[in-house]
């Protein structure tokens, strides 16, 4: 007869549950606007006058936080004296709390990939702690977080 041990590995859950993602964040409307945002990877219009390149012709993108797109220096000048973008422009993996990032490259959570989520503070090096809906957090490296919308230039903040 053998005898059967309790169980005293806790069961793993899953962090966090889909049905939560980005609950409570934002308004509909702001959300739907960020989404948009976040799926901006590659861009075809200049950040600054709009313009339109040419097929196969690139957008010089900022160098320093390669979030901005532009068709000339005269525009990447103008955007970050006039435009405010001096103001907003950081290193990438550099967050702030109030920031709006999406979650990408996640192995093992891939449900998490795509979604938005508020930057709460450091945790560790390169670790940040993450709102992914309304009071519930949970922490990421900075490799799986890219900036959408900094707190700076949020638009649903009072
Ligand atoms: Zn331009
Ligand atoms: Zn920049």
């Known amino acids: 007869m053998v005898e059967i041990e309790a169980l005293s590995v806790p069961l793993l859950r899953p962090q966090v549950p889909s049905s939560d993602s980005g609950k409570g964040l934002f308004s509909p ?3 739907e606007r960020y989404l948009k945002l976040s ?3 590659k ?3 200049c950040d600054c006058c709009g313009a339109v390149t040419a097929e196969g ?3 010089q993108m900022c160098s320093k936080c390669r979030r901005k797109a532009y068709c000339s220096v005269a525009c990447q000048s103008q955007d970050w004296k006039e435009g405010g973008h001096k103001g907003s422009c950081r290193p990438r993996k550099d967050f702030r709390k109030g920031d709006v990032v999406v979650a990408q490259s996640i192995k093992s959570k891939p ?3 795509g979604q938005l989520m508020v930057v709460m503070g450091l945790v560790s090096e390169n670790r940040w702690l993450v709102m992914y809906a309304k009071g519930k957090s949970m922490s990421l490296h900075a490799d799986k977080l890219r900036l959408v919308v900094p707190v700076e230039e949020r638009e649903d903040r009072e």
């Open 57 to 59: 012709k690139k957008l």
């Open 111 to 113: 449900e998490l990939n």
């Open 29 to 31: 409307a702001v959300k």
């Open 39 to 41: 799926r901006k990877t």
């Open 43 to 45: 861009t075809s219009a």
